[in-house]
């Protein structure tokens, strides 16, 4: 219930960029891994290795939206949006607010944007039409 997404611009075949989300047999409860430990998968090397980001750390959340773009200068940009803090019925707080994780300097900016209608559950195609 976490983000991965494919970043073609690192490395010679690029990396895979992970974050969040529920930490694998947990049944029980929910134990969300925070937005400041990013996982990182080096696709010439094939190993996983952990980085650490700095800046506004996003809130725990899982079922977000995610989306990146690269830029000219050697900088890829990875949007969150949405989600929740995966509590059920009437505590359920659904996550408005949008992140912006800064790649190679691995640095969260909080979007300015004014959440009007926080979601969660947003599966693939849908991520890809409504961020």
Do not use: H
Not at 64 to 86: M, T
């Amino acid at each position: 219930m976490g983000g991965m997404i494919f970043v073609p611009n690192f490395g010679r075949q690029g990396i895979l960029v992970s974050m969040e989300g529920d930490q694998d047999g947990r049944i029980e409860e929910d134990d969300l891994i925070p937005f400041r430990r990013i996982q990182v998968y080096d696709m010439e090397n094939q190993r996983w290795f952990e980085q650490k980001a700095t800046g506004e750390i996003p809130q725990l959340r899982k079922e977000f939206c995610i989306a990146g773009a690269a830029s000219n200068n050697n900088i890829y940009e990875i949007l969150v949006y949405a989600g929740y803090d995966g509590e059920l019925g009437s505590t359920a707080i659904p996550c408005g607010s949008a992140f912006v994780l800064t790649i190679p300097g691995f640095y969260w900016v909080r979007a300015k944007y004014m959440p009007a209608n926080p979601r969660n559950g947003l599966v693939t195609w849908q991520a890809a039409v409504r961020c």
